[in-house]
């Protein structure tokens, strides 16, 4: 009997039989068709998107983000996590959390990124993540932030943060000690020898300078890496911050003998007075830099124990188990003379803890304050310490009214004001720069960051920039020296756009064969206020 012919009009097949794909084709010949290559557009987008998948992967990068770059300076960078309790817990604003009536201004601990010149060689410790773990965490505090808080958004920002940065790390080495200088700057082919044995010397006679970094609004610890980084690959030891005020996205308190606690972020209308009360903006505010120069004096009073013997036993009790090496820091740090900075927020609270100073608790004798807020509170202008006021292009090129007044005069006032009383300052607008220049995030999206905010300068030149600036203002403190950018008279009482990023070309300004880096200045600066010729 003769087979029958399933072949109909609809090809229709039994299931034993082999795959059937239609019109005769095999499932080989199928496979073949789709990995042959094409001249297609869609088929080059998708081997190239293949292509990076697997090249992220086999070298453990970030899908969307660039990497951190390492640094410029001649040492390399260390970097040690610090938490440390402040026992017992300190009540800084009674106002609580509506609900709970949790106090939201109780100081339980400070933590805090310590950046260094390191020693050469590896570390026993993985580089620290950009986004702290767990994600979540943070994503939460994000997700806050936009008022779009439930549990599919916290899950889609978590999903977002660990696809986007998730594999970022920060390039300073863990928990390695800290470095003796004079060799490093012997053998570093890119250094001013005579300025930086002169630099190495005074370290050596006085202990290194540590610079406390306040973050802004929005941010934590890790947003400011590589202006930190850059900090101390030249040298310096800097202090980052995580403050715990409401501002941070979110954190986690870790006390020995007690669970982690996980602080989010937190507004004006979740919490209340002690008495039951609503909370004004400005109240709010003041409550969070009464906090946050908490926070700072606690920092100050652990680097004080580490520079006195103690750095083991912070070790010891360092929830983070970070600082090995801290015991041979002893009599190494400078901390009767710190400079305090910020950024944003940060720098309202920058400003604020120079107010009565220096004293034991803050012993401050300079601040770099970075766009200063213009929502964070008014700004204190006793200041008794030369300053480095800068503005990025975006602060100084927007018009805000800050408590009845220009916000760019006020600051310029405050700066002048501490020029009559002797103490040199400068105020400036770096061009071509927007409110997030500083941080680290257009170096992981310049893209993004560029369209976004309207920046204009090269990410790393805007930031060099930043750092070199700095660094001379540091230098300027420590040898009564006004070198590059600091030496120039105020030319631009005002913010002058006609004058912009761009606008002047190389050879308008002196000879850079002559006078460096800074000779053709105007195209990065415009100076609004320096500190007389006599001073």
């Not at 020693?119 to 580089?127: E, I, V, Y």
């Not at 070309?505 to 800074?518: A, M």
């Amino acid at each position: 009997m003769r087979r029958p012919n399933y072949r109909s009009r609809f090809d229709m097949r039994p299931f034993p039989e082999a795959p059937y794909l239609g019109g005769g084709i095999s499932m080989r010949r199928r496979v073949l068709s789709v990995l042959r290559p094409r001249p297609t557009w869609r088929y080059a987008l998708c081997a190239i998107a293949v292509f990076y998948l697997l090249y992220c992967t086999l070298f453990s990068l970030p899908l969307f983000a660039r990497p951190l770059p390492m640094y410029s300076g001649p040492y390399p960078v260390g970097s040690i996590d610090v938490e440390s309790a402040v026992s017992p817990p300190r009540v800084v604003d009674t106002a609580r959390f509506k609900g709970s009536h949790k106090n939201a201004f109780e100081l339980q601990t400070v933590l805090f990124t310590l950046y260094y010149p390191a020693t050469h060689g590896n570390s026993w410790h993985k580089n620290h993540h950009w986004i702290s773990r767990p994600i979540s965490v943070t994503a939460k505090g994000y997700a806050k932030f936009a008022h779009i808080s439930n549990w599919l958004t916290n899950a889609i920002f978590t999903g977002a943060l660990r696809i986007v940065v998730g594999g970022i790390k920060i390039p300073a080495k863990v928990d390695t000690p800290l470095a003796e200088l004079a060799p490093a700057v012997a053998s570093h082919p890119d250094t001013s020898q005579d300025e930086e044995l002169q630099n190495v010397a005074s370290i050596e006679r006085y202990g290194h300078p540590i610079v406390v970094f306040s973050h802004g609004m929005a941010s934590s610890r890790t947003d400011y890496t590589h202006y930190a980084g850059e900090l101390a690959s030249r040298g310096f030891i800097v202090a980052m911050i995580e403050h715990r005020d409401g501002s941070c996205p979110g954190s986690i308190i870790m006390r020995h003998g007690e669970p982690n606690k996980p602080r989010l972020m937190f507004k004006v209308s979740e919490i209340e007075s002690e008495a039951g009360e609503s909370l004004g903006a400005d109240e709010f505010n003041q409550a969070q830099l009464n906090f946050r120069e908490a926070e700072i004096e606690g920092v100050v009073r652990v680097l004080r124990q580490i520079n006195s013997g103690e750095g083991g036993t912070i070790f010891e009790q360092n929830p983070r188990k970070e600082g090995r090496e801290l015991d041979q820091w002893a009599g190494r740090l400078n901390v009767d003379e710190m400079i305090m900075a910020g950024h944003s927020f940060g720098a309202t609270g920058a400003l604020q803890a120079l107010k009565g100073g220096p004293t034991k608790k803050r012993p401050f004798v300079g601040a770099i304050i970075l766009d200063p807020g213009k929502q964070s509170g008014r700004l204190n202008s006793d200041v008794s310490v030369p300053l480095l006021v800068v503005h990025s292009n975006s602060w100084s090129s927007k018009y805000s009214v800050f408590y009845g007044r220009a916000h760019f005069d006020v600051v310029r006032n405050l700066v002048e004001e501490n020029n009559k009383r002797g103490n040199p300052s400068w105020f400036m607008t770096s061009l071509g720069t927007s409110h997030p220049s500083v941080t680290d995030a257009p170096i992981l999206e310049p893209t993004l960051l560029s369209w976004t905010t309207g920046a204009k300068i090269n990410v790393h030149e805007g930031l060099r920039q930043y750092v070199h600036l700095s660094e001379d203002f540091l230098w300027f403190l420590k040898n009564n020296e006004k070198r590059n950018l600091l030496a120039e008279k105020a030319e631009f009482p005002e913010y002058d756009a006609g004058k912009g990023f761009g606008i002047w070309q190389p050879g308008q300004g002196d000879d850079e064969k002559e006078t460096g880096q800074w000779a053709d200045w105007r195209r990065y600066w415009q100076v609004h206020a320096s500190p007389d010729d006599g001073i």
